[in-house]
């Protein structure tokens, strides 16, 4: 994937991690990296990566997207990365290649609001993310992999969101807090 901003990342070693991450999650299907084997009725085996590139796979999955997409993909979450608080200034010859300039110190988890930065996406270890990519809009309930779906997140929120999109996912907050006696406000709308 041709991307020099998402190079120049994985040219700092403190970044190293979040760009791979960017490029893996932005052209990749989900899951873990092994093969997947699974029994077929007539007692074949059909084995299949969980991390396959989406444009090799049937247009039908709803894991596909093109290779354009990918890289439009890509360019947002290394838009992302030159964002978090920790993240080094994004060179001015780079800022051509994403979507904006970055914002420094203004990236935050889309679920819970709070920080999320290159050190947590560092701490992760193998099947322990600290940092996630979500969906907006989750796959098994119609989401796409596009750019305005995508974002990193604490993993705990991601697993916390499930298939819920946001507002389902904060009235569901919402009722368990008022059970447990807290009161609950809503935005104004």
């Not at 997409?69 to 060179?91: G, N, S």
């Amino acid at each position: 994937m041709d991307l020099p901003p998402l190079e120049y990342l994985r040219g700092i070693s403190y970044t190293r991690k979040a760009a791979d991450k960017a490029r893996r999650d932005a052209e990749n299907t989900k899951g873990v990296a092994w093969p997947t084997v699974t029994e077929n009725a007539d007692d074949s085996k059909n084995s299949r990566k969980n991390r396959e590139a989406r444009w090799d796979i049937e247009e039908d999955h709803p894991y596909y997207a093109t290779y354009e997409t990918c890289l439009d993909v890509a360019r947002r979450l290394t838009l992302y990365i030159f964002e978090m608080e920790d993240a080094p200034p994004c060179p001015t010859g780079l800022v051509q290649y994403l979507e904006r300039e970055p914002i420094p110190d203004s990236y935050v988890c889309y679920i819970c609001g709070q920080p999320v930065t290159i050190e947590q996406i560092n701490e992760a270890e193998v099947s322990k993310a600290v940092v996630e990519t979500g969906h907006k809009i989750p796959f098994n309930i119609g989401g796409i992999h596009e750019p305005d779906n995508v974002f990193f997140c604490h993993r705990e929120c991601n697993i916390a969101q499930g298939n819920k999109i946001m507002p389902e996912f904060c009235d569901w907050i919402a009722s368990i807090l008022e059970f447990h006696g807290y009161e609950v406000n809503p935005p104004d709308t």
